[in-house]
């Protein structure tokens, strides 16, 4: 068998292709991309990129050194035998402040708006919705701690999600607090579970000593059945007055602006530098566990990757993937990339070459193409339709002798016979 593509990669499609669902037509994922181009752009976000792959000590320091994502999904890249100390992005946050920091953009205007997409690497166990490579849109707004800008970031999500067309989606909001009272969740959730420690996964048993709130985000069923039976409090209760008064602001916002969402008290984010504001976008026809997107604030990653200073910052990414996953179970449809306006083929092959020039003039006004040898007109036209044109010309001696061309639009039936000097403007009234 011929060489396959890599396990948990998948080829985007051109549209056609035997085979094809959304998640692996080129068109959905441009679809998307632009969709969410359209929303952020008029809001003010700009595009940024930055590498696939980073000093493996960003994505540690930017992810987390507790997380699963660091512990055992990163790709490490490896050049002439060498490790180089680098691994493929696993998210795109932390390259995004880190960019920030080092390119001085705190110079711009603040809060800074900022969007991305690209490929994303997980080392993860493959299954649907859940690959190796996989791509986001990543939302970021760094500057300001106002939760204005909180509440702002999760309206613009759900306007994107609704310009694609989804219908199903929930936001889920929670707030994690302030590191202080992180620290007073964690003693109390160190103090519940301790005496349970045995019950725990070896996972979570190692949670419980690094960073006990990830226990409630375990995947393992034994985890989340002891979670239901101690009846564990969640981290809202846990929250100070700023915190308190801060989530409080958001929703404010938010239901001023009809934006729905439903309080989530299991929302944890446990590492240290995120703060306050996160929540989750989820999808009935995705499943309960697969969040379509994760958004937060993250106002301590700046110092985490160097700064002296704190750089407030709140952001979400979703995975493309699934959100086309979503899109499928909602029935929404994406359009077949169109076909050429023009297609020209010649009966003869000494036409050839002058159908091929006329083919490339056309192109300034219009999409076009043409046959690469003669054909005979019934294959001329087949060809046409398979690729979706709409006018199509034959080339043969008479056309030569009088300069004209002879259209027929295979969509109405309409036949012109139109000058070669007035193409141009014919085509440019039909685009
Ligand atoms: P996270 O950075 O883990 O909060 O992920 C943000 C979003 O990226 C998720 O909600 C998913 O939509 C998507 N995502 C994360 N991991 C994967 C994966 N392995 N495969 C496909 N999509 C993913």
Not at 79 to 96: Q, S, W
Not at 193 to 219: A, C, Q, V, Y
Not at 358 to 382: C, H, I, Q, S, W
Request: with cysteine.
């Amino acid at each position: 068998m011929a060489i396959q593509r890599p396990k948990g990669t998948q080829d985007h499609l051109p549209d056609g292709s035997p085979k094809q669902g959304l998640d692996t037509r080129a068109a959905a994922f441009r679809f998307v991309r632009e969709t969410a181009q359209r929303v952020l752009e008029r809001a003010g976000a700009q595009h940024i990129d930055t590498p696939l792959f980073e000093e493996a000590e960003v994505v540690q320091r930017g992810v987390g050194g507790s997380t699963d994502i660091v512990r055992k999904e990163m790709f490490t890249v490896y050049y002439f035998g060498d490790h180089g100390g680098y691994v493929l992005r696993p998210e795109g946050t932390a390259g995004i402040v880190r960019a920030y920091l080092q390119n001085g953009l705190k110079q711009l205007p603040s809060p800074l708006k900022l969007w991305l997409h690209g490929p994303m690497f997980r080392a993860e166990n493959v299954q649907k919705g859940r690959l190796r490579q996989f791509h986001q849109v990543d939302y970021e707004a760094i500057g300001s701690a106002d939760p204005l800008v909180d509440a702002e970031a999760i309206a613009l999500l759900v306007e994107v999600v609704r310009e694609l067309g989804l219908k199903q989606v929930k936001v889920k909001l929670g707030s994690i607090g302030d590191p202080e009272d992180r620290q007073r969740y964690n003693d109390y959730l160190r103090g519940l579970f301790g005496t349970h420690r045995e019950r725990l996964s070896d996972d979570s048993k190692d949670r419980l000593e690094r960073n006990p709130m990830r226990i409630l985000d375990s995947k393992s069923e034994t985890d989340q059945a002891l979670i239901a039976e101690l009846g564990v409090q969640p981290m809202l209760d846990f929250l100070g007055n700023d915190a308190r008064e801060h989530f409080e602001q958001v929703q404010r916002y938010l239901q001023d602006w009809g934006v729905p969402y439903e309080l989530d008290p299991s929302i944890v984010r446990g590492l240290d530098y995120y703060r306050r504001t996160a929540w989750e976008l989820h999808h009935e026809g995705v499943g309960a566990k697969s969040a379509l997107c994760g958004g937060g604030r993250y106002d301590g990653l700046a110092q985490e990757l160097g700064s002296k200073t704190e750089v407030p910052g709140i952001g979400w990414a979703f995975g493309i993937e699934r959100l086309l996953l979503a899109m499928e179970a909602d029935g929404v449809e994406i359009p077949c990339s169109e076909g050429p306006l023009l297609y020209l083929a010649a009966l003869d092959t000494e036409y050839v070459p002058a159908v091929a020039k006329v083919a490339l003039d056309a192109r300034a006004v219009a999409r076009t193409e043409f046959a690469y040898r003669a054909m005979k007109p019934g294959n001329a036209f087949k060809d046409a339709e398979r690729r979706g044109a709409v006018w199509v010309a034959l080339v043969g001696s008479d056309e030569v002798a009088n300069g004209t061309l002879s259209l027929k639009n295979l969509v109405t039936g309409e036949q012109r016979r139109v000058a070669h000097n007035e193409l141009m403007t014919f085509l440019g009234e039909q685009a």
